[in-house]
């Protein structure tokens, strides 16, 4: 994997993190409901075949904010909304008052000038255990040049504390950081990457911890030994509970063959790792329980 420049610090504004752009009133482009974790919830409340939608709602001259719409074909539910504030790149969770019943249509507005980054429908009555979990992340500045990642996780349901994947650029190295804050539903954790260095994903970890092997996160690295010209792809997992394994796919890029690296066993909060042969890449990752 390609170590990876820097070009977001030039672009970014105070604590923005790549955002797609507004859409005009009346345009209502499907968002996929990412990030949500609907684990646990079986009752027969619970919203299935949801669709959602958002807008960029322009009232008068100069009032303008996102809107975000779910309609489910079963299940009872509200709306829940994840807005960014574009002037600061401050993200934060919204929920629509209204509980309806499925086919009927939730909707709810970010505040003033606001946009709907992504729209979820959250059960009525609330499921139970870890459930309804929405990340995003923020690109902070703070003073003149400390830069750094951050990440944000809030649930319907359950007690749980960030964790973060982080990359630092220059090297093309990544880890785990976790939140040393455990919050109770429905407030949102957060965890920060070192200084200067991204946040490339943000999860909920369950408090206290599920058993057996869960909560893995992984990532690919391209690394070049500065000592020689030898480069090989490197594959890492890590995990909040449990004793596992990692697996890689890795390809030769010359010839295009696939194989399977497999590496020792770790446990739980420990990141494991291994490599493909020399110049060969990796495809995929994965944990192995053990």
């Known amino acids: 994997m390609p170590r990876r420049l820097f070009p977001l610090l030039a672009a970014i504004l105070v604590g923005v993190s790549v955002l797609t752009a507004p859409v005009q009133a009346g345009a209502a482009p499907t968002v996929p409901v990412a990030g949500t974790d609907d ?10 075949g949801c669709t959602t939608s958002v807008e960029w709602v322009q009232e008068g001259n100069h009032y303008y904010y996102g809107r975000g719409k779910v309609q489910c074909t079963a299940g009872r539910y509200r709306i829940k909304l994840v807005c960014r504030n574009l ?13 309806v019943t499925a086919p009927n249509t939730a909707t709810t507005t ?8 992504s729209v979820h429908a959250v059960q009525d009555p609330p499921g139970t255990g870890l459930t309804g979990c929405v990340t995003w992340r923020e690109w902070v500045h703070e003073g003149s040049s400390h830069y750094y990642g951050r990440g944000y996780v809030q649930c319907d349901t359950g007690r749980y504390k960030a964790k973060l994947v982080c990359r630092n650029e220059q090297t093309g190295v990544g880890y785990v950081r976790y939140g040393g804050t455990v919050v109770t539903a429905p407030g949102s954790a957060t965890a920060q990457c070192d200084s200067g260095n991204t946040a490339e994903s943000v999860q909920a970890v369950q408090d206290p911890p599920a058993t057996g092997v869960n909560g893995c996160v992984t990532w690919m690295e391209w690394v070049h030994e500065s000592f020689n010209t030898m480069y090989y792809g490197r594959g890492l997992v890590q995990c909040d509970t449990g004793r596992y394994g990692v697996q890689l796919s890795c390809r030769n890029i010359q010839t295009g063959q696939t ?12 990141t494991n790792s291994t490599t493909c042969y020399s110049g060969n890449r990796v495809e995929s990752v994965q944990a192995v329980p053990q």
């Open 39 to 48: 684990t646990g919830l079986t009752s027969q409340s619970t919203p299935t």
């Open 87 to 99: 002037q600061t790149g401050v993200g934060y969770v919204t929920y629509g008052t209204t509980v």
């Open 110 to 117: 970010c505040n003033t000038g606001n946009t709907a980054e």
């Open 259 to 270: 194989y399977v690296v497999t590496g020792y066993a770790v446990t739980a909060p420990s």
